[in-house]
């Protein structure tokens, strides 16, 4: 099982990027899906999770200005961010609660990191 985002870059104060991450391997269910950064020096922190049902939570400095969907067939996650800032340049982490074939157990998952960059 692994997780592969994508999606990220370089984009002006004021713009948009919109992140994927796709889950894939031996997969029977997802529960919860979400999106962290990390910026340098700093401790990764929150940005949106949501259910496996579409119940979102997202953390109090991206409100109004980014959305996270899910497309439960394609065990992928998304990101629509907009009106971004300079203080949103981090690198993007999605997580997944995957439940596993074959064992039938929940592990938590990491994908590899996207950094997205916002300047002039």
């Known amino acids: 099982v692994q997780l592969q985002a994508s999606g990220g870059g370089l984009v002006q104060p004021g713009g948009s990027l919109r992140l994927s991450c796709a889950a894939s391997?031996?997969?029977?269910?997802?529960?919860?899906m979400g999106w962290y950064r990390q910026a340098p020096g700093e401790q990764r922190e929150l940005v949106a999770t949501?259910?496996?049902?579409?119940?979102?939570n997202y953390g109090d400095s991206v409100k109004g200005r980014f959305t996270i969907s899910r497309d439960n067939a394609k065990n992928t996650v998304y990101l629509q961010m907009n009106s971004l800032k300079p203080e949103d340049t981090a690198v993007y982490y999605c997580?997944?609660?995957?439940?596993?074939?074959?064992?039938?157990?929940?592990?938590?998952?990491w994908g590899p990191g996207t950094q997205v960059t916002v300047s002039s």
């Open positions: 997580n997944a609660d995957i439940g596993r074939l074959y064992t039938y157990d929940y592990m938590n998952y």
């Open positions: 391997g031996s997969i029977f269910n997802i529960n919860d």
């Open positions: 949501i259910t496996n049902r579409g119940s979102t």
